[in-house]
């Protein structure tokens, strides 16, 4: 059988796991949705999302086709296609139905994982997980469809299978089509991120400040109108925001390896046809993997959801093994090499192999040192603790400095990885080592995209006065999974670093002539350098000066409802009296607490958060998006250096924000574990200034580990896509002047 | 007359600088020292500092021999000789030296201004910049004496002066012995930085947070303890190790254009001579400048500071002009050109004047916009301050993406500067921008130090309790020179930068062989970009953890003894309820006060910050110094990429640091300036919740712009410095392998 023909599996299974997601979308319809209470919460929840999406989406429509337009309008026949246009809506469009699909039934579980809370923790977690599981087959599943359906097309168009053994010009073409879908994905996955990111956390700073610090009402009470805003946000940011991130990362994995697969010396199709075939293996791993995630009433569901993630990856090596031998040796069949080592000589299935290996290792050492310096009672934590006793200014300074120090090892890792893929197959096995992180996404985007809704649960299960031992079962599903999100977090990154330095090779092997280089002494390459370091810096500012605004707006407009509605006032007074005596509230006052919450105006809030993010995710969307062509057109050797300075302090910048913001959180929760002592030797526990200074410290994380952080993996990789798309047109340029 | 007879020049203008320095102490020495009280305070402060400095130069003495002993070991006699371990010892030497005299004059300096400040501005003004003037001049002095005269004598050493219009190999040879100066002056500028940057902020922070925020007295008041070391931290930080830092800048900006010009095409000597000649000028116009320092009463401090200092800056244009003119013509006659173009055709004098021109007009640039984002009423310190109505965590946020932002535009103007210099005059111009920048140290530092000395003779004035309008006087110094300060701040980063790339280039020339290129595609470089792009952060999480810590310390021991000293306890209750009740201390009361003020245990204070500096500093300046070694001797490529990523991150983080520190600090003061307002509506003016966000802002700001923020320049050129002094070695070992 010739290899082509095994490509129609690819598409394939990504249908396999719409099926899934769809199977698994009407079982979770199918359970209850507790009772009414809830299902008004989780309904006012559902339409603020909703009304997020469709916001967000009619903004990025129209960006939507006035970048495909000026696709097609400058795309140069030669290299490439006005066809570059359909890739880019097609990955836009997938991008942008698998984050829709995934919210829309988050919203959906969250409620119904309340409900099954409320008669145990096992039945809580396998409708939280299977809620996590849709997003995560709705991104691999477009994904490859999408993909995988295009990949053929273009095939079938552009005859790219006649030069299998000739120069790989057409193929060649092919993928630098292609490459326009991974430019569509990776454009809404940043303005969602961003979006989302401004969202979830103008809403967070907004209710914690006002709520828990001033007016002192529990997390999450219903009596403060940013809660809704708040849970909204938890889908807007951590479920749509993370699920279009992790389909750009998917994607641009598999597509770095493809160009690089595509110009590698013989340029054979198996090269470029690999990554796909073992992302569609990954998919029924995952999707096996999924059910391995049980547990009895009792068990630990940790155990559950490690089992389940740990053990697909695991099954994904021989598998993986099984793949590239069949590539490999189907490439010698037909008398060349797929590819040529450093040394010239045909790569064996071993040494691929041993490049997959170093990027797992790396991704799982990264994960374990990132799961170090965010977790309670090791050092880093203890640190920001003990600092934490002399107040707010030196949390802070703490904090910073275990964020910066925290990128010292996951580097050194990277570079690592770097080393000995290159060593054991070239660029080639940079890309693949990337890929073979990323080639469970199905099953790992479940785990992840399982925490925000068990949080939203959490949060039903507190506002609508569900028992105290619900909140803990929802608590407890939150707070598990952690260092598998720990894991995957380490995954995101060194695969961001890797897919960016294949994309990067991509677009050198597409930007210049033969003879041409990117010496990092030309001084045009230097000022890329310089302006490329200064992105990421500037970006963020943008994204976290966005976050500062929107939670002003936020806490001006709480103040005012908790001043200006005079049931409400008092009703706050009622909590905060029982909270300080330490009693429930008596049934009247119950009553009058009731009323008084739905006297709050909710919408307000939600629409305060929603106009925010959407106006304001434009600019920085932007700056990513026309810098590198801007530089471009100045100098294809500048924008070379722009990407090479944005790889580098974007990542430090990635890390650290991830990290302290991780560190403070968790510091924030350790001092809260403490034992009370309000002395000023002692100067622990909740109530505690060491416990305010804990929770400034935690604000000033979210905005860094929710919304700047995550985005800059994306903002690297979508410069280095939109150079790859525009160097053929650039050179084309430089030839003509 | 032959040029080479000009060089005996350029030691003969250091020692003018070295007597200017000698008769303006005398001076300072003959002016009044105030009464008693004040004496005894500035003598506690003097013995602080001097304590300190023999602490830490006990440690670097032991580290300088070691090196020193290194580098003549593995000296390659081919291309250097084991005389750079002379050149390390005395570049070292010379920079400790005026490290040495600048703050022993600073400390004389700060109580006599004090004291003149009793009978007026403008004698006040005269003392504190004399003062600054010593230390401007004792540095560059001692730094055109040492590397003057060394320079003679290598030249004679090595009849470098035979092959004039040959390769240039005994040229080459002599600069690179130079190299060992520069990277003395550098080692001791970090160490210098980082000790005393820990000393400074660790005293300030713990004297602000335990005085102002806890215990309610007022800055600098004499019954903190901490306050003597807080006042000490301003001379061993802000005078000592502000020296020696511009120390380094200076000699590494007359070394990278000496270097360039040795190995420029034709390797002529003028192009090696001319930076020391205009070094040597600028020190006469400096000294000039200083006599236009000067006012009326009632006069503006400010115009007197920037007529010395711009109008310095102005006449060395003309000055320069003729100095290149004279270099190229005198080239032309010996009948090879100075050094070429990129046409190959000989450079001009206009050509190097413009690259002089692009530096000094971005250094100025950059200045005004540093200026405009630490300025109390422009925007970005508005958004602080409004952002601080909602609490510290706002607060915070706001400053760090007041920060982040504040990246973008002085990147720009760095990238057009070298884009211009090197379009004009090839990397040679670059250089020479860097130079043209630092010409004029002399005064620039004298106006920079003078800083300082206003500081402490405000504190002096707080302690020592001289009536108010003494210290109304004291506080109008040290607020003026601002602007001077901003753009000497715009100066060190944009020299910086610029110096770092003309040492890398160098690095480039003398570590590499023909035809072998750093390219960004290769992943050694790839690697050595990632982990240079880590070191600054991991550099400077080391200084905030140290600053942090040693606060920590100063905290506890400040907290012990007001509790634990009963007089003192009891002074504190007298104080704030004079306060509180806004009016004098009676008689008795101030008696008593007085008496406590005797029993604090200001030695424990200052004991704790030497130790914990000198300890911390060790680590993050070995890091420095080790990296480069380790990564260049695994790889000379890796070690280019190293080098081009810590500067890419280092200078990002530089002006972040700086900058979010400069604007967190003026957004505590206009938050000082506002009209008292506690309501939650107002919110504003001292001792409301916006002033103790923003004091909380300020704090976080300290480490930032006074520990880690400017080490990091010193980091960039040390680094590069170490490759270059290794090059050879490095070349050879790979030669001989």
Redo the contacts between chains.
């Keep these: 059988m010739p290899i082509q023909n095994l490509l129609y599996a690819v598409p394939a299974c990504g249908a396999l796991a719409l099926l899934y997601a769809a199977f698994t979308t009407a079982w979770i319809s199918r359970q209850d949705a507790g009772n009414q209470r809830m299902q008004g919460i989780a309904e006012q929840i559902f339409r603020g999302a909703m009304a997020f999406l469709a916001a967000e989406y009619k903004v990025l429509a129209l960006f939507v086709v006035v970048i495909a337009g000026l696709l097609v309008l400058t795309a140069d026949p030669t290299t490439s296609s006005p066809m570059i246009g359909l890739s880019f809506v097609s990955g836009a469009l997938c991008s942008a139905l698998a984050g829709f699909f995934g919210m829309r039934v988050a919203t959906r579980a969250n409620v119904r994982t309340a409900a099954a809370a409320r008669s145990g923790l096992s039945p809580a977690l396998s409708v939280a997980f299977r809620g996590g599981a849709v997003m995560g087959m709705c991104v691999v599943g477009l994904g490859l469809v999408g993909f995988g359906a295009l990949f053929l097309f273009y095939l079938g168009q552009f005859d790219a299978l006649a030069d299998v053994d000739g120069s790989a010009q057409e193929l060649t073409r092919v993928v630098n089509l292609l490459a326009g879908f991974s430019m569509g994905a990776s454009s809404i996955a940043l303005f969602a991120r961003v979006g989302g990111g401004i969202y979830t956390k103008a809403a967070d700073?907004g209710a914690d400040?006002v709520g828990k610090?001033e007016a002192g009402i529990p997390e999450d009470h219903f009596l403060n109108p940013a809660t809704i805003a708040d849970n909204v946000g938890d889908n807007v940011g951590d479920v749509a925001g993370m699920g279009a991130d992790l389909f750009e990362s998917y994607i641009g994995a598999i597509l770095g390896t493809m160009v690089l697969g595509a110009v590698a010396a013989s340029g054979k199709l198996e090269a470029a046809i690999l990554p796909l075939l073992i992302a569609g293996a990954g998919i029924v791993v995952s999707i096996l993997g999924t059910f391995f995630v049980r547990t009895k009433e009792g068990g630990n569901p940790q155990v559950a959801l490690d089992t389940g993630s740990f053990g697909a990856a695991f099954v994904m090596l021989p598998i993986s093994w099984l793949i590239i031998d069949y590539c490999v040796k189907s490439a010698a069949a037909n008398g060349t090499p797929m590819i040529l080592t450093h040394g010239a000589a045909p790569i064996t299935t071993m040494a691929l192999m041993w490049a997959i290996v170093a990027g797992l290792v790396a991704g799982v050492a990264i994960g374990l040192v990132t799961g170090y310096y965010c977790s309670k009672g090791k050092r880093p934590v203890n640190?920001i603790v003990?600092?934490s006793?002399?107040?707010?200014?030196?949390n802070?300074?703490?904090g910073?400095?275990?964020?910066?120090?925290s990128?010292?090892i996951p580097?050194?890792l990277?570079?690592g990885a770097?080393?000995l893929a290159?060593d054991f197959a070239g660029?080639y096995g940079?890309a693949l080592a990337a890929l073979g992180m990323l080639s469970t996404t199905g099953i790992q985007l479940a785990v992840d995209a399982y925490g925000p809704i068990s949080d939203n649960a959490g949060g039903i299960a507190e506002m609508s006065g569900l028992p105290p031992e619900v909140r803990g079962r929802t608590d407890n599903l939150d707070a598990v999974g952690n260092t598998t999100a720990a894991i995957g977090k380490g995954f995101a990154i060194a695969s961001a670093?890797l897919a960016a330095?294949s994309l990067?090779?991509a677009f050198?092997n597409v930007g210049f002539r033969p003879g041409e280089?990117?010496?990092?002494?030309n001084?045009e390459?230097?000022?890329g350098?310089?302006?490329?370091?200064?992105l990421p810096?500037?970006f963020?500012?943008?994204a976290?000066?966005a976050?500062?605004?929107a939670?002003?707006d936020m806490?001006t407009e709480v103040?005012r409802q908790f001043r200006e509605i005079p049931v409400l006032r008092s009703a706050l007074g009622l909590v905060t009296k029982a909270e300080h005596e330490n009693r429930d509230l008596t049934a009247e006052e119950e009553r009058q607490v009731l009323e008084a919450g739905s006297k709050t105006e909710v919408e307000r809030c939600v629409a305060i958060s929603t106009q925010a993010s959407i106006r304001r995710m434009i600019a920085p969307g932007l700056l990513a998006l026309i810098s590198p062509v801007v530089v471009g057109l100045w100098s294809r050797f500048a924008l070379?250096?722009l990407l090479?300075?944005t790889?580098?302090?974007g990542?430090?910048l990635a890390i650290?924000m991830s990290n302290a913001g991780g560190a403070w959180d968790n510091a924030k929760k350790q001092v809260e574990d403490q034992k009370k002592d309000n002395s000023?030797e002692g100067n622990s526990g909740k109530g505690s200034d060491r416990h305010k200074a804990a929770v400034?410290g935690d604000?000033?994380g979210d905005?860094f580990k929710d919304t700047a952080g995550p985005s800059l993996n994306i903002l690297i990789k979508l410069m280095t896509i939109v150079a790859v798309v525009i160097a053929p047109t650039l050179l084309k340029m430089a030839s003509g002047s």
Tied chains: 1, 2.
């Design positions: 700073v400040l610090v640190s003990a600092q006793k002399t107040g707010p200014a030196t802070i300074i703490a910073i400095g275990v964020g910066f120090e990128t010292a580097i050194v990277i570079a770097i080393y290159n660029l940079v670093a330095l990067f090779a050198r280089e990117l010496m990092l002494t001084p390459v230097l000022i350098l310089l302006i490329g370091g200064m810096f500037l963020s500012a943008m976290m000066k976050v500062g605004s939670a002003m806490i103040r070379g250096g090479a300075g790889l580098v302090s990542v430090m650290f000023q400034i604000t000033v905005p």
